[in-house]
């Protein structure tokens, strides 16, 4: 997550001001990605991640906490029980 902007495994999926000003429709791209993923399984080794049920989420130190949270429940409605959360601080 960076200040603006939404990814899921590098594809922009949402806008952090939508989210903001709370468009619950704004969700569907992330839950509809995140089920994409979980489907386009290759290999074994990409199995046993698809079906481990966690995700991390990075996002930058500025977001606030609102965004994320949000982001983490979608993340759980989706399947994902286990949520880790790493946060990016950008050097001046």
């Not at 489907?39 to 966690?54: D, K, L, M, P, W």
């Amino acid at each position: 997550i960076s200040p603006t902007e939404v990814l899921v495994q590098g594809r922009l999926v949402a806008l952090v001001d939508e989210i903001i000003e709370d468009k619950t429709s704004v969700l569907d791209p992330i839950a509809a990605r995140l089920a994409q993923l979980k489907e386009n399984v290759i290999g074994t080794n990409t199995r046993a991640v698809s079906t481990s049920q966690e995700i991390t989420i990075l996002a930058d130190k500025s977001v606030p906490f609102t965004v994320i949270k949000t982001i983490m429940s979608t993340c759980t409605s989706e399947g994902f029980e286990n949520v880790s959360l790493a946060v990016t601080q950008t050097k001046v």
